[in-house]
């Protein structure tokens, strides 16, 4: 089935660095989300993304983190500068429409030292 | 505030046994709910869905129950197989959300 695909699995920093994660998201697909997992807690939606615009955002989507698909290239989510509690493991995904079935990534895990 | 809860945290059946796996949530404006399966190392896949104007949806040897009223649906795996061991995600969504809340997940085992 379609894969989403992203880069890096792993990502290791020192807290206060900037840190990129990327997403290769379904080719036709339209829609785009980031989800924050901490480990034993629930998937959290942070952010989806239309049309080169933020459609809605959650509270953990704090001001340090931003996205964009510049180009329909990757999909990022950057966090600058980072801090301890954003150690998690954050899932792409995407849809062709809204309300469509998300398509996920295997996830980044990020840990901030 | 949790929106969706699931129960029990981790599940062990036998090879054959339905399994059971069960969700609440509390926004009575939520009106799909898709179950994903997760293997590790990899993301959530979706399993199946139903949305709330049923109450009950087959898919194979998946099965979800959905009661409205109590804001309570579960999802069954009949004849459970070892390769099912996963851990599922219940999820909901409505009218006016393009995102998902998800549960905290149940870790299923299944023993040959």
């Known amino acids: 089935g379609p894969k989403v695909l992203q880069i890096p699995s792993h990502q290791i920093i020192d807290m206060g660095q900037m840190v990129t994660l990327n997403c290769d998201p379904v080719?036709?697909?339209?829609?785009f989300y980031w989800y924050k997992q901490i480990l034993g807690q629930q998937m959290e939606f942070l952010v989806n993304f239309y049309n080169g615009k933020v459609m809605e955002k959650s509270k953990l989507f704090k001001d340090q983190f931003s996205v964009e698909r510049p180009d329909g290239s990757y999909f990022t989510l950057k966090i600058q500068p980072t801090a301890l509690e954003d150690s998690a493991v954050y899932f792409c995904?995407?849809?062709?429409?809204?309300?469509?079935?998300?398509?996920f990534g295997p996830g980044t895990r990020l840990t901030v030292l | 505030q949790q929106q969706v809860r699931q129960s029990p945290q981790s599940l062990t059946v036998w090879e054959g046994e339905t399994a059971i796996l069960n969700c609440s949530y509390e926004?009575?404006?939520?009106?799909?709910f898709p179950w994903y399966q997760q293997f590790p190392g990899e993301g959530p896949a979706l399993l199946i869905s139903?949305?709330?104007?049923?109450n009950k949806k087959e898919d194979g040897r998946f099965t979800i129950f959905f009661n409205k009223r109590e804001k309570k649906l579960s999802l069954h795996i009949a004849d459970s197989q070892p390769g099912d061991s996963a851990t599922y995600f219940c999820?909901?969504?409505?009218?006016?959300?393009?995102?998902?809340?998800f549960g905290k997940g149940t870790s299923l085992t299944v023993i040959p």
């Open positions: 999820a909901a969504s409505g009218t006016g959300y393009q995102n998902f809340y």
């Open positions: 926004n009575s404006a939520f009106d799909y």
């Open positions: 139903i949305l709330s104007v049923s």
């Open positions: 080719s036709n697909h339209l829609y």
């Open positions: 995904a995407s849809s062709w429409g809204d309300y469509a079935e998300q398509f």
